[in-house]
């Protein structure tokens, strides 16, 4: 899982993690666009990164960052124990 500091665009994606609708899923382009652009941003982290799939984090706050982070490592070990994801 990697996080970046960077940047916000005011768009909402509904996910399976309806909890987090602030947490957008964008594409690697849109990333790096992200990164690149100063803009404002509720917490220190601005895209978060895991096994492939890009989610823009700039309208979360630090708490719900935090949960969000920790939603998407369940999700993921899940996904490894029930054979779906090889572990890195």
């Given amino acids: 899982m ?3 500091s960077g940047t916000l665009r005011g768009r909402t994606c509904y996910t399976p ?4 609708h602030k947490a957008t899923r964008i594409t690697r382009p849109e990333a790096d666009f992200i990164i690149r652009t100063p803009t404002p941003s509720l917490n220190e982290c601005v895209v978060v990164e895991v096994s492939g799939t890009w989610y823009d984090v700039r309208r979360l706050t630090e708490n719900e960052l935090a949960d969000f982070v920790d939603t998407l490592q369940r999700a993921h070990d899940a996904d ?3 054979g779906v994801l090889a572990p890195h």
């Fill in 80 to 82: 490894v124990a029930a």
């Fill in 2 to 4: 990697k996080t970046y």
């Fill in 17 to 20: 993690f309806m909890r987090y």
